[in-house]
């Protein structure tokens, strides 16, 4: 288990000597004791990034492709490590980590391999006696910050598109979930990836996040998390103008029309905010339910919510393990006073379970039914196996309900009527909507938000945008 920084091709010691253990969730003991970065490791990894980019960003276009097709292929020959390694780091069930985040890791790599020689600049029509065309060239060194809800699938998400685009990276993994970004680090080199080209660090957001955001030999920052700690990286970004790509909070709205599928609506909307024990940003956190089906709704899901067999995510059977860390249970279960402090009501859960669990940071699938839109726990990211039921008389009230918070990130909607499934999707003030679905993801598709959930887009062409800057060339013809 790689428990060290990676630093120019090699694994080190932090300059500093410092060291946290990261906990296994279940029972919350040491997994290992990680290296945690200073700024002294950071500048010597952006002196690494410096020294690698010109061949990196040069190489041509279909190497570098290659070169991510192989860590592909790595990563799936290798699966069921990182599978055990992300499911012991996170908590996340053993079932989940080797049927979703795996092949969506490798899946990441594969899509953006095969990018890096597909995107390209265009000639343009200008002026007689004039050839205009545009390069589209690499940012530079790029850093990124990942949280710990998805390490491993966010880590191909943020790093894929970069180094198909030929930037390189310092990326600093959550201090509390940093092992199967460090082994990805490891099998990058196996890949082919230079020395300098990738280097991980994980260490603590005040410090080397911080001092990743304020860099000024760093040109870019992507960042997936909170709100509030976006807001902190735009701010210590302005100092060299960094261009910035903020993934945040969302509240999603996943509305069920009196039309709807109920089955299908049922079962979408447990997995909509259920997977991953809710830690998800575009979990449908507020299930908006019609007054006409919302008794029938509830009949189905609060059974199927308290028939989730939670336990060690180890286990196969498992279908929801513990969140992430000790302080994050204590914080989603916090909620639960919230919501009835506002008149709410707990229809099911709302406590962490007893007996063998009782060790870990596991929390019950929780239903909550708050009173009005605007309680807090309509309003504010839990980030947990919490949803807030609410109901609604029109489809006029449904989108005022829908689109009253800040965030804007993903959502969704259960109807037959196929006019009312496009007008909502229009009307929704989000960056992702879903139809009788939720939470489908791919490498082709942008991922993103607006308002207070970020902006710039994951995934497809669009990544790609994000990661190069245009240059447009005059030639005197
Ligand atoms: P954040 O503070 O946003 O942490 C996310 C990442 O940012 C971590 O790697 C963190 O490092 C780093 N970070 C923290 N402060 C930083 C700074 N000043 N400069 C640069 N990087 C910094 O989230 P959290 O405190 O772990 O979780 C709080 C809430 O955020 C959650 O309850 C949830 O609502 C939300 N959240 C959202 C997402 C998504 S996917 N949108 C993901 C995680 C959390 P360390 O943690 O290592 O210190």
């Known amino acids: 288990m790689r428990h060290q920084l990676f630093i120019d091709g090699r694994f080190v010691d932090a300059e500093s000597g410092e060291t946290l253990a990261t906990l296994n969730p279940h029972d919350n003991t040491p997994i290992a004791q990680v290296a945690l970065a200073g700024k002294a490791d950071v500048d010597k990894a952006v002196a690494a990034a410096k020294r690698a980019f010109p061949k990196w960003s040069r190489m041509a276009a279909a190497d570098r492709g290659r070169i991510l097709l192989k860590l592909a292929d790595l990563i799936e020959a290798n699966g069921e ?41 265009e000639t343009i029509p200008v002026e007689e006696g004039f050839l205009n065309y545009t390069l589209r060239e690499p940012v530079g060194i790029v850093g990124q910050v990942v949280p710990w809800n998805f390490p491993l699938m966010f880590t191909s998400w943020k790093m894929a598109p970069a180094l198909a685009a030929g930037n390189c990276i310092v990326m600093k993994p959550a201090e ?14 196996e890949a082919g990836v230079p020395p300098g080209v990738v280097n991980m660090l994980p260490g603590l957001g005040s410090v080397a996040g911080q001092y990743i955001a304020e860099h000024p030999e760093i040109a870019k920052i992507a960042f997936t998390g909170s709100t509030a700690t976006g807001r902190r990286i735009v701010q210590a970004s302005a100092g060299n103008l960094k261009k910035v790509q903020l993934e945040l909070g969302g509240k999603g709205p996943n509305i069920v029309f009196e039309d709807a599928n109920l089955q299908a609506a049922v079962n979408g909307s447990a997995w909509a905010i259920f997977h991953n024990q809710g830690q998800a940003c575009i979990a449908g956190s507020r299930l908006m339910l019609h007054e006409k089906i919302a008794d ?35 914080r989603v279960l916090s909620y639960v006073e919230v919501a009835q402090g506002q008149g709410g009501e707990v229809l099911a859960g709302g406590r962490s379970p007893g007996g063998d669990l009782a060790q870990g940071c596991y929390v ?40 009253g918070t800040d965030y804007g990130l993903g959502s969704g909607l259960w109807t037959n009527n196929l006019q009312r499934a496009h007008k909502v999707a229009r009307d929704l003030h989000a960056g992702m909507v879903w139809i ?5 993801v791919n490498p082709g598709s942008p991922f993103g938000g607006v308002g207070q ?25």
């Open 81 to 121: 490590e990182l599978a055990r390694l992300e499911s012991l780091d996170t908590g996340h069930p053993i079932r989940d980590s080797r049927r979703l985040d795996v092949p969506r890791t490798a899946g990441c790599f594969r899509y953006f391999g095969g990018m890096a020689d597909k995107f390209q600049g």
């Open 436 to 440: 009788n679905s939720y939470k489908r």
């Open 176 to 189: 509390i979930t940093p092992l199967t970004s460090l082994r990805i680090a490891e099998l990058m080199t």
């Open 296 to 330: 029938a709704f509830l009949e189905q899901f609060i059974p199927l919510a308290k028939s989730i067999r939670l336990g060690n995510p180890l286990d196969e059977n498992t279908e929801m393990g513990p969140l992430t860390s000790a302080q994050h249970r204590d």
């Open 453 to 477: 959930s970020g902006y710039g887009r994951e995934m497809g062409f669009d990544a790609m945008r994000e990661y190069t800057q245009v240059k447009s060339v005059w030639v005197n013809v």
């Open 364 to 403: 019950e699938p929780t239903v909550v039914r708050a009173k009005s839109y605007l309680d807090r726990v309509a309003q504010e990211e839990v980030f947990g196996p919490f949803v807030t039921v609410l109901t609604f008389k029109s489809d006029e009230e449904a989108m005022q309900i829908a689109n």
